[in-house]
T-cell receptor, first 115, second 115 residues
Framework: SAVISQKPSRDICQRGTSLTIQCQVD?????MFWYRQQPGQSLTLIAT?????????ESGFVIDKFPISRPNLTFSTLTVSNMSPEDSSIYLC????????????FGAGTRLSVL | AQKVTQAQTEISVVEKEDVTLDCVYE???????LFWYKQPPSGELVFLIR??????QNEISGRYSWNFQKSTSSFNFTITASQVVDSAVYFC????????????FGQGTELSVKP
């Protein structure tokens, strides 16, 4: 399986600021995804990061709040904009490839606390 | 609509006991894929198993076994002779063939194995 590096691993941020999370994969992958896991909750898909085009967002998530970039097949970023305490969550990126039989492999996640 | 239900929010067992984690799913897709992931306290999601809708054979991997029954829309996970290292949150997840890889997660079952 691919090796996924996510940075930062954790951060504490002030209300109203923005944080960019990076996801780097050690091999080219077809699909990259961003999930949010609120405290004590399950994972919810934010968006699918599309290489060279705009991300595909799920209901309840918008580009202005969670802008995503994917400049190539090994790298993506998620920005959490204008943060509020409600954005305190774990943010995880995952990757899948046509050869991986729909299996998604996850990074270690970014633990975000907003004060 | 797709849905995954893990009715057991928390389970506590003593080491060496067997434990079964339940997962019930809903989907209108005829082709779909089911997964189990483990999330230890470190936070990273670890892939355990994938099963497609056409393969109802049970699977055993060491102390882990999975029972997939389409008739009851269930995909249960059993740990035999549990160990303290099995303590984690376990997630069941589902994606349909035409869902673009979007994973629908259950709420998770927190397993605590006490020595």
């Amino acid at each position: 399986s691919a090796v996924i590096s996510q940075k930062p691993s954790r951060d504490i941020c002030q209300r109203g600021t923005s944080l960019t999370i990076q996801c780097q994969v050690d091999s080219q992958v077809t699909m990259m995804f961003w999930y949010r896991q609120q405290p004590g909750q399950s994972l919810t898909l934010i968006a699918t990061a599309n290489q060279g085009s705009e991300a595909t967002y799920e209901s309840g998530f918008v580009i202005d709040k969670f802008p995503i970039s994917r400049p190539n097949l090994t790298f993506s970023t998620l920005t959490v904009s204008n943060m509020s305490p409600e954005d305190s969550s774990i943010y995880l990126c995952s990757v899948a490839d046509r050869d991986s039989k729909n299996i998604q492999y996850f990074g270690a996640g970014t633990r975000l606390s907003v004060l | 609509a797709q849905k995954v239900t893990q009715a057991q929010t928390e389970i506590s067992v003593v080491e060496k006991e067997d434990v079964t984690l339940d997962c019930v799913y809903e989907t209108r897709d005829t082709t779909y894929y089911l997964f189990w992931y483990k999330q230890p306290p470190s936070g990273e999601l670890v892939f355990l198993i994938r099963r497609n809708s056409f393969d109802e054979q049970n699977e055993i991997s060491g102390r882990y076994s999975w029972n997939f029954q389409k008739s009851t829309s269930s995909f249960n996970f059993t740990i035999t002779a549990s160990q303290v290292v099995d303590s984690a949150v376990y997630f069941c997840a589902l994606t349909g063939y035409n869902q673009g890889g979007k994973l629908i997660f259950g709420q998770g079952t927190e397993l605590s194995v006490k020595p």
